[in-house]
């Protein structure tokens, strides 16, 4: 059964750095797009960034030059570097993968269950 799990979420002061991990482990037989989204209190889930699997990126404009997405194909795994963060930060984050995985090796939809970033002084 394949599963994403992120990882490196926390507490950080406002002008801060955070590194997101996530991985994804199963039976997995390719990876397409990998992605990281966000959801604060209150508002819905939004794109943070994705990374198709020849390494082409895409950013919200709120993270542009703050966020570099990047993977490692060999250990199916994606992260996301965010600096200069900010209270709007604040939010749980998901990472997101399209899988196809046996038997029927349909590509699908995995999230992860998420991780918390708040950013305080």
């Known amino acids: 059964q394949v599963q994403l799990m992120e990882s490196g979420g926390g507490l950080v002061q406002p002008g801060g750095s955070l590194r997101l991990s996530c991985a994804a482990s199963g039976i997995i037989f390719s990876i397409n797009a990998m992605g990281w989204y966000r959801q604060a209190a209150g508002k819905q889930r939004e794109l943070v960034a994705t990374?198709?699997?020849?390494?082409?990126?895409n950013y919200a404009a709120s993270v542009t030059g703050r966020a570099t997405i990047s993977r490692d194909n060999g250990k199916n795994m994606v992260y996301l570097q965010m600096n200069s963060l900010r209270a709007e930060d604040t939010a749980a984050y998901f990472c997101?993968?399209?899988?196809?995985?046996?038997?029927?090796?349909?590509?699908?939809?995995?999230w992860g269950k998420g991780t918390l970033v708040t950013v305080s002084s």
């Open positions: 997101n993968a399209e899988i196809r995985s046996p038997p029927d090796f349909r590509l699908t939809d995995y």
């Open positions: 990374i198709t699997s020849g390494g082409i990126t």
